[in-house]
T-cell receptor, first 112, second 114 residues
Framework: QKEVEQNSGPLSVPEGAIASLNCTYS??????FFWYRQYSGKSPELIMF????GDKEDGRFTAQLNKASQYVSLLIRDSQPSDSATYLC????????????FGSGTRLQVQP | DTEVTQTPKHLVMGMTNKKSLKCEQH?????MYWYKQKAKKPPELMFV???????INESVPSRFSPECPNSSLLNLHLHALQPEDSALYLC?????????????FGPGTRLTVT
């Protein structure tokens, strides 16, 4: 069974701090990794995707991938109260069916 | 523009009703997906269409029937649903069914079965 694991949280950080969200996955052969943000009652919104080891930056967001350790993380710099949401990590396990497997999500709370 | 639209936004139906959910994208994407999401849970994959052909059916009960009339449209026909089928139904699309392709979600249809 291919799995994606996330700490459910809540992760509470003060406004302006760096929020660090982590995700581990079970299949070493996985090729693509996605972070979605989901506000309560809304649909998931794609924030970042990463394929290669290392860091990928987009504005205040940085995705980090370490395939040897099978983890992917999302850093949010200068966190704002509007970043308070559930962050879903999704992995496309290359072997087997080609579809996203989601982690259970981490709830982030940014305190003003 | 990465927009996927879904109608209706909300749907209340009885267990004997027949209804349909509609999803549309005009991004030229060739893969489309239906997910079901219960409260405080991640989305669960139901169906995948790739180039208008059903490529994945996650052992979904036959009371859910997907249809892909063309490359821009995806329907989900509902019949004889149960109260436990109440959930947020999400449509997504991606440029292709490549494992590297990102998926974009629509706003969802909130379904309540009474």
């Amino acid at each position: 069974q291919k799995e994606v694991e996330q700490n459910s949280g809540p992760l509470s950080v003060p406004e302006g701090a760096i929020a660090s969200l982590n995700c581990t996955y079970s299949d070493r052969g996985s090729q693509s990794f996605f972070w979605y943000r989901q506000y309560s009652g809304k649909s998931p919104e794609l924030i970042m995707f990463i394929y290669s080891n290392g860091d990928k930056e987009d504005g205040r967001f940085t995705a980090q991938l370490n395939k040897a350790s099978q983890y992917v993380s999302l850093l949010i710099r200068d966190s704002q109260p509007s970043d308070s949401a559930t962050y879903l990590c999704a992995v496309n396990f290359y072997t087997g069916r080609r579809a996203l497997t989601f982690g259970s999500g981490t709830r982030l709370q940014v305190q003003p | 523009d990465t927009e996927v639209t879904q109608t209706p936004k909300h749907l209340v139906m009885g267990m004997t009703n027949k209804k349909s959910l509609k999803c549309e994208q005009h991004m030229g994407h060739r893969a489309m997906y239906w997910y079901k999401q219960k409260a405080k849970k991640p989305p669960e994959l139901m169906f995948v269409y790739s180039y208008e052909k059903l490529s994945i059916n996650e052992s979904v009960p036959s009371r859910f029937s997907p249809e892909c009339p063309n490359s821009s449209l995806l329907n989900l026909h509902l019949h004889a649903l149960q109260p436990e089928d109440s959930a947020l139904y999400l449509c997504a699309s991606s440029p292709s069914d490549s494992p590297l392709a990102e998926q974009y979600f629509g706003p969802g249809t909130r379904l309540t079965v009474t």
